[in-house]
């Protein structure tokens, strides 16, 4: 199985444990802003929970329970940041899709192409019958970021996440393989 996707500006790959640096770096620089959304990114994120995370990650991929990708610059080689697709629902082959870029970085697009690859993955390698895109409603960088990856905007879920110890409505999305030209 092809482990690295490209599409000519961006490449998403599995983490390694080499990339721990990297993320560290990249989840400090979405601070303080970050932590309404990206609640892993908190004031005392440290080195050792990009580790961690990362251990964690790579046993995931290996038992096929979880599929997190690095973001990277096909130019230049830069960490751009993360996507991955969790919450993987084996019975009827849904996953969740998840997409976060370094602060420095954003408004590029880099989200939108991340998220396509990441679907593409899971459409073509692990044969998933649909992918979700949950957002909490007052988030709408991440929903600008789904609807012009070119995922259906489906409706609102009343109460469906928690993040930083508070509920939001959120707002569905989702892609099924014929969005990808897959019957």
């Given at each position: 199985?092809?482990?690295?996707?490209?599409?000519?500006?961006?490449?998403?790959?599995?983490?390694?444990?080499?990339?721990?640096?990297?993320?560290?770096?990249?989840?400090?620089?979405?601070?303080?802003?970050?932590?309404?959304?990206?609640?892993?990114?908190?004031?005392e994120?440290?080195?050792d929970?990009?580790?961690?995370?990362?251990?964690?990650?790579?046993?995931?991929?290996?038992?096929?329970?979880?599929y997190?990708?690095?973001?990277?610059?096909?130019?230049?080689?830069?960490?751009?940041?993360?996507?991955?697709?969790?919450?993987?629902?084996?019975?009827?082959?849904?996953?969740?899709?998840?997409?976060?870029?370094?602060?420095?970085?954003?408004?590029?697009?880099?989200?939108?192409?991340?998220?396509?690859?990441?679907?593409?993955?899971?459409?073509?390698?692990?044969?998933?019958?649909?992918?979700?895109?949950?957002?909490?409603?007052?988030?709408?960088?991440?929903?600008?970021?789904?609807?012009?990856?070119?995922?259906?905007?489906?409706?609102?879920?009343?109460?469906r996440?928690?993040?930083?110890?508070?509920?939001?409505?959120?707002?569905?999305?989702?892609?099924?393989?014929?969005?990808?030209?897959?019957?």
């Amino acid at each position: 199985m092809q482990i690295e996707f490209i599409d000519g500006h961006i490449c998403i790959r599995p983490y390694t444990n080499s990339d721990a640096i990297l993320l560290y770096e990249a989840a400090r620089e979405c601070l303080p802003d970050g932590v309404e959304w990206m609640p892993w990114v908190h004031t005392e994120y440290s080195l050792d929970e990009s580790r961690g995370w990362i251990a964690t990650s790579i046993e995931k991929w290996a038992n096929g329970t979880e599929y997190n990708f690095a973001v990277i610059s096909a130019a230049t080689g830069e960490y751009l940041g993360g996507v991955g697709l969790n919450r993987i629902d084996a019975e009827y082959n849904i996953a969740n899709l998840g997409y976060w870029v370094r602060k420095s970085v954003r408004g590029r697009g880099i989200a939108i192409a991340a998220a396509r690859l990441a679907a593409e993955f899971g459409f073509n390698h692990l044969d998933m019958s649909r992918i979700e895109i949950v957002v909490a409603v007052h988030n709408t960088a991440s929903c600008r970021t789904a609807e012009k990856s070119g995922a259906l905007r489906e409706g609102i879920l009343r109460n469906r996440l928690k993040t930083g110890g508070k509920r939001y409505d959120a707002v569905m999305h989702s892609f099924t393989p014929p969005d990808f030209g897959r019957v």
